[in-house]
């Protein structure tokens, strides 16, 4: 029903806010991890949303960012994880360590989520693991960065290269992926100056 909100951030608590939109309070429920990341009290803030209606209750699930609605939106698909499932396991990880979880098969670190046991972690990486691919969270990063529109496709391209030569190389996926973000500059590199930025971030 409603995509994003945008208002004052009019008060914070252990799992959700409050924003402020043209004198309305909505009380939205967020992760821990996304509350942290939120400005002070009576700053402006955009949250991306998810409505869950059922019959004894209406609720609105908050959101930092386009991504991290995305993949909420496809964990609730999966049989045995609903709403407050997806919030908990975003709740020890952003979405992009998720996606890399899901296309690496590592159903541990999707296990450390509250209420989210080995069985169910892995299902979810069984009935995902064709939804995600490491070009999409690159992509998305690439634009969230503010990469130019103009050979979006080609810089995506070397860093999923990168990625996967540094997976190849022994390095789990979740390494590789930090390490080349964590490159300035990686929209302008080529594969081989990225990877040469990139294996000192793996030290």
């Not at 975003?90 to 296309?103: E, Q, T």
């Not at 070009?135 to 070397?158: C, H, Y």
Request: hydrophobic share 45%.
């Amino acid at each position: 029903m409603y995509a994003y909100l945008r208002g004052q951030l009019a008060s914070v608590w252990e799992d959700g806010i409050i924003i402020d939109v043209h004198d309305v309070g909505y009380r939205v429920l967020m992760s821990g991890a996304s509350i942290s990341c939120l400005p002070p009290v009576g700053e402006e803030v955009k949250i991306y949303t998810y409505t869950c209606v059922r019959e004894d209750a209406f609720l609105l699930y908050g959101f930092l960012s386009q991504a991290d609605l995305d993949i909420f939106k496809q964990c609730i698909t999966v049989s045995g994880i609903g709403p407050k499932g997806g919030m908990a396991i975003l709740s020890v990880m952003d979405a992009d360590a998720l996606r890399f979880a899901i296309i690496s098969g590592d159903s541990k670190a999707i296990a450390r989520a509250p209420g989210i046991g080995p069985k169910t972690a892995q299902r979810l990486i069984l009935e995902l693991k064709d939804k995600v691919s490491v070009e999409d969270v690159l992509e998305q990063r690439a634009l969230e960065g503010g990469a130019a529109r103009t050979g979006s496709s080609s810089v995506s391209a070397d860093m999923q290269e990168a990625v996967e030569a540094l997976t190849a190389l022994g390095y789990s996926s979740s390494d590789a992926l930090r390490a080349v973000r964590s490159v300035e500059n990686a929209a302008e590199m080529d594969v081989e100056a990225l990877l040469k930025q990139a294996l000192k971030h793996m030290f």
